[in-house]
């Protein structure tokens, strides 16, 4: 149904700023959730944020204060801005849908690709 395609990754320094893009394509779930994941070498996966079809959001608590989720329900893209940037942000970021309202349940069904995130020191 949906694909994914993320893009925006970049290296940047430490206290710099990236904005990650995730348009989607084809049919949308009625009701769904959408996140951004990282994985670094050597580290498990993790939901960096989330935002439902009703706009409900949520971050992990290493993100909040410095990363915004949202989406632009016109453009069917999915955006994550990410402000002083550190070094342990660097992953590669993924963006991922689900369908439901409740967003902290239930398995992420549809993924892009990724896109690298590099924060030098």
């Known amino acids: ?51 439902s079809s009703g706009k409900t959001t949520d971050y992990t ?16 893209t999915l955006y994550l801005q990410m402000n002083s940037l550190k070094a342990e942000d660097t992953a590669m970021y993924y963006c991922a849908l689900k369908p439901g309202t409740v967003c902290s349940l239930g398995a992420y069904v549809i993924w892009g690709q990724g896109t690298q995130v590099t924060v030098s020191s």
């Open 61 to 76: 608590n290493s993100v909040k204060g410095r990363f915004t989720i949202s989406h632009d329900n016109a453009k069917n």
């Open 1 to 51: 149904q949906v694909q994914l395609v993320e893009s925006g990754g970049d290296s940047v320094q430490a206290g710099g700023s990236l904005r990650l893009s995730c348009v989607a394509s084809g049919s949308m779930y009625s009701t769904y959730c959408l996140a951004w994941f990282r994985q670094a070498p050597g580290k498990g996966r993790e939901k960096v944020a989330s935002i």
